[in-house]
T-cell receptor, first 116, second 117 residues
Framework: KAGVTQTPRYLIKTRGQQVTLSCSPI?????VSWYQQTPGQGLQFLFE???????NKGNFPGRFSGRQFSNSRSEMNVSTLELGDSALYLC???????????????FGSGTQLSVL | GENVEQHPSTLSVQEGDSAVIKCTYS??????FPWYKQELGKGPQLIID?????GEKKDQRIAVTLNKTAKHFSLHITETQPEDSAVYFC????????????????FGKGTKLSVKP
């Protein structure tokens, strides 16, 4: 069974640009969560999607957005990039039952975004 | 909301020794506690988890213990090997987190484990 797949693996952008990251969850998983990981802040929750609907949202500005498609694949978008957006962006999938609580969460390898 | 604290932040052991990482949580309603291992350049990998109706769980050299009264849980790695070197994260989940800004899993800040050959 294939794991969580994230593309691209690396991205280099300049300030002010926008970026779109893609995530394919494990087959059969309907919930996709996104996290930002930085050395100083650790793992910070961005949002969670289930059945094409945003179910949870973290404390990030509106420049960060996401969506989920009918096949459970998800994308996240960051507009007007800032230097502080440089981070590893991780996607995680789970079955999504029971509101997603108490479920095993499986992570992809992440997209390393560098903003210059 | 839930808060998970993890200690120590760094841990260095000799190959063959045991390593213990401890986490405490604040929400007594939390009832699912996974542990993740993150190697350099990779995403966190689920290595073991425990639910609140169980006090201990083992998987080969890895074990997790849970003390619900004290609200803490620990990861034990025995006979450590160089390939155990990684960052380890604990996490906690509760139905009370549902719909919250922290997401369904609240993570600790991580422990960097170094196993010296």
């Amino acid at each position: 069974k294939a794991g969580v797949t994230q593309t691209p693996r690396y991205l280099i952008k300049t300030r002010g640009q926008q970026v779109t990251l893609s995530c394919s969850p494990i087959s059969g998983h309907r919930s996709v969560s996104w996290y930002q990981q930085t050395p100083g802040q650790g793992l910070q929750f961005l949002f969670e999607y289930f059945s094409e609907t945003q179910r949870n949202k973290g404390n990030f500005p509106g420049r960060f957005s996401g969506r989920q498609f009918s096949n459970s694949r998800s994308e996240m978008n960051v507009s007007t990039l800032e230097l502080g957006d440089s981070a590893l962006y991780l996607c995680a999938s789970s079955l999504g039952a029971s509101g997603g609580v108490n479920e095993k969460l499986f992570f992809g390898s992440g997209t390393q975004l560098s903003v210059l | 909301g839930e808060n998970v604290e993890q200690h120590p932040s760094t841990l260095s052991v000799q190959e063959g020794d045991s390593a213990v990482i401890k986490c405490t949580y604040s929400d007594s309603a939390s009832n699912y506690f996974p542990w993740y291992k993150q190697e350099l350049g990779k995403g966190p990998q689920l290595i073991i988890d425990i639910r609140s109706n169980v006090g201990e769980k083992k998987d080969q050299r890895i074990a997790v213990t849970l003390n619900k009264t004290a609200k803490h849980f620990s990861l034990h790695i025995t006979e450590t090997q160089p390939e155990d070197s990684a960052v380890y994260f604990c996490a906690a989940s509760s139905r009370l987190n549902y719909g919250g800004s922290q997401g369904n899993l609240i993570f600790g800040k991580g422990t960097k484990l170094s196993v010296k050959p």
